[in-house]
């Protein structure tokens, strides 16, 4: 049984430029939510989709964006890349939006200068 | 607002020396706290989930305690491998999870 991939593993980008990152979920998990993780603090929620839909987003600016495609995997987009964008993004799934447990993804790396 | 802090930042045990990690929170309406184990540059590891005061939960040498305003993660005769950041989180009526900073732990042999 797979887990939650994610792809790049390690991205570096420079100031100003678009980023796409990507995940694919837990066999059986159709709800996707993604993190942005600063060095030494914990996981800040960004926004979560279910059924292709954003249904809940945290204090990020629109510059942050994603995508749920049918098969359940996401993406996040991030426009006019900031140094202070850097980080471990995080993707997480569970089933549904209820009470479930979300299970992480190994994260991708990114690096702006 | 929703908030979760740790304590402490970080904890240097000897291996067997057991100890307990604090996770506290305000939050509008708990309908979960989560455990997690992270290990350097890697994604968090789930570990337990608890719903409601006086709950706990035990795997191999953790054991997970919830109260109304915290839980503790106490850790019996720690390894080295025990050796990570523990991650807590709660999730609040809206449904999204609200991250602690987290607790560095060393298992020194």
């Known amino acids: 049984d797979a887990g939650v991939t994610q792809s790049p593993t390690h991205l570096i980008k420079t100031r100003g430029q678009q980023v796409t990152l990507r995940c694919s979920p837990k066999s059986g998990h159709d709800t996707v939510s993604w993190y942005q993780q600063a060095l030494g603090q914990g996981p800040q929620f960004i926004f979560q989709y279910y059924e292709e839909e954003e249904r809940q987003r945290g204090n990020f600016p629109d510059r942050f964006s994603g995508h749920q495609f049918p098969n359940y995997s996401s993406e996040l987009n991030v426009n006019a890349l900031l140094l202070g964008d850097s980080a471990l993004y995080l993707c997480?799934?569970?089933f549904g939006t209820g009470e479930e447990t979300q299970y992480f993804g190994p994260g991708t790396r990114l690096l702006v200068l | 607002e929703d908030q979760v802090t740790q304590s402490p930042e970080a904890l240097r045990l000897q291996e067997g020396e057991s100890s307990s990690l604090n996770c506290s929170y305000t939050?509008?309406?708990?309908?979960?706290l989560f455990w997690y184990r992270q290990d350097p540059g890697k994604g968090p590891e789930f570990l337990f989930t608890?719903?409601?005061a006086g709950e706990e939960k035990e795997k191999e040498r953790l054991k997970a305690t919830l109260t109304k305003k915290e839980s503790f993660l106490h850790i019996t005769a720690p390894k080295p491998e025990d050796s990570a950041t523990y991650l807590c989180?709660?999730?609040?009526?809206?449904?999204?999870?609200?991250f602690g900073p987290g607790t560095r732990l060393s298992v020194l042999p």
């Open positions: 989180a709660v999730r609040n009526y809206g449904q999204n999870f609200v």
């Open positions: 939050v509008s309406g708990l309908r979960g």
């Open positions: 997480a799934s569970s």
């Open positions: 608890l719903y409601s």
